[in-house]
């Protein structure tokens, strides 16, 4: 069973950094994308970043781009999102998400399978 464990969260103020894992266990992660969501209060959960396959493409939303950056370790089975200048809009939870399906690649929602419990950002102005 695909178990996703986020961690790195907290409280920043406006232009800090932070740096967020999502550990995987279950099966190989190699030939599947990681993504990265986030859920502000009252709001949609929406795709921040995804990072397809070893050795494919990242691919981020417009609202991230250029401050955040998604990585990943297949060695550790773990993926980051190293979030820098951040700001109050991003304050929300953040969820690491997976497919079931190889190499498949998506930014909404209902492209991942597998998601981890979230782990809190707050950005203070």
């Known amino acids: 069973q695909v178990q996703l464990v986020e961690s790195g969260g907290g409280l920043v103020q406006a232009g800090g950094s932070l740096r967020l894992s999502c550990a995987a266990s279950g099966r190989t992660f190699s030939n599947y994308a990681m993504a990265w969501f986030r859920q502000a209060p009252g709001k949609e959960r929406e795709f921040i970043a995804v990072?397809?396959?070893?050795?494919?493409?990242?691919y981020y939303a417009d609202s991230v781009k250029g401050r955040f950056t998604i990585s990943r370790d297949n060695a550790k089975n773990t993926v980051y999102l190293q979030m820098k200048n951040l700001k109050p809009e991003d304050t929300a939870v953040y969820y690491c998400?997976?497919?079931?399906?190889?190499?498949?690649?998506?930014?909404?929602?209902?492209?991942?399978?597998?998601w981890g419990q979230g782990t809190q950002v707050t950005v203070s102005s």
């Open positions: 998400a997976t497919p079931n399906t190889p190499l498949r690649v998506g930014v909404t929602v209902a492209s991942y399978d597998c």
């Open positions: 990072h397809s396959w070893t050795g494919g493409n990242t």
